[in-house]
């Protein structure tokens, strides 16, 4: 079936300018997390959603950073005054949401901030 | 929430098996092992998960001593295609998933 799929693949912006990504999960998963991986860097854990619910936003980096899930499905991530360190891959993934349950990964949205 | 410890890089050559081991002092009784492989410009991908002694499937197999203080990944006869950086996950059971820095796996002809 399908995997996870991000939308746009890249994303081109001004500094000061608003950007949404978007993730679409595998159907059926109930778990959603975002992760921000910088140039030759880990995965930096910003936000995970159960359901519509994100139990834990600490991880997001600042206010300008939100994220939305309706509907158990699609989310998206929405960073407000875009700012040149915000440049980097955002990852999405999905999973069963039972514990343990492995993550399914999509290709994830090239953010440039200029 | 574990913490894990890689080792940043390592190198081998085609051909040759490669352990990877990583370090999670702090893991609790409900975590499992997870290993993930990435390559550049794509997402991380499932290779492997583990609880407890050895886990076997067609691509890997993952060693966990008794204490589960440390998993090993192992990678049978690798060829230039599996050059990636592997992270290890530990955890499960909330949903704040934390990655560590991964190794970086060099496999040379």
């Known amino acids: 079936g399908a995997g996870v799929s991000q939308s746009p693949s890249n994303k081109v912006t001004e500094k000061g300018k608003d950007v949404e990504l978007r993730c679409d999960p595998i159907?059926?998963?109930?778990?959603l997390y975002w992760y921000r991986q910088s140039l030759g860097q880990g995965l930096e854990f910003l936000i995970y959603?159960?359901?519509?619910?994100?139990?834990?936003k600490s991880g997001l980096p600042s206010d300008r950073f939100s994220a939305e899930r309706t509907g158990g499905s699609v989310s998206t991530l929405t960073i407000q005054r875009t700012q040149q360190e915000d440049s980097a891959v955002y990852l999405c993934?999905?999973?069963?949401?039972?514990?343990?349950?492995?993550?399914?990964f999509g290709n994830g949205t090239r953010l440039t901030v200029t | 929430l574990a913490k894990t410890t890689q080792p940043i890089s390592m190198d081998s050559y085609e051909g040759q098996e490669v352990n990877i081991t990583c370090s999670h002092n702090?893991?609790?009784?409900?975590?499992?092992i997870t290993w993930y492989q990435q390559f550049p410009s794509q997402g991380p991908r499932f290779i492997i998960q583990?609880?407890?002694t050895k886990v076997t499937n067609e691509v890997a197999s993952l060693f966990i001593p008794a204490d589960r203080k440390s998993s090993t990944l192992s990678l049978p006869r690798v060829s230039l295609s599996d050059t990636a950086v592997y992270y290890c996950?530990?955890?499960?059971?909330?949903?704040?998933?934390?990655f560590g820095q991964g190794t970086t796996l060099q496999v040379k002809p």
């Open positions: 993934a999905s999973s069963l949401g039972g514990p343990n349950s492995p993550l399914h």
């Open positions: 159907s059926g998963h109930t778990a």
């Open positions: 959603f159960q359901g519509n619910s994100a139990p834990d």
């Open positions: 702090n893991i609790a009784t409900n975590d499992y």
């Open positions: 583990g609880y407890k």
């Open positions: 996950l530990v955890g499960g059971n909330t949903g704040k998933l934390i």
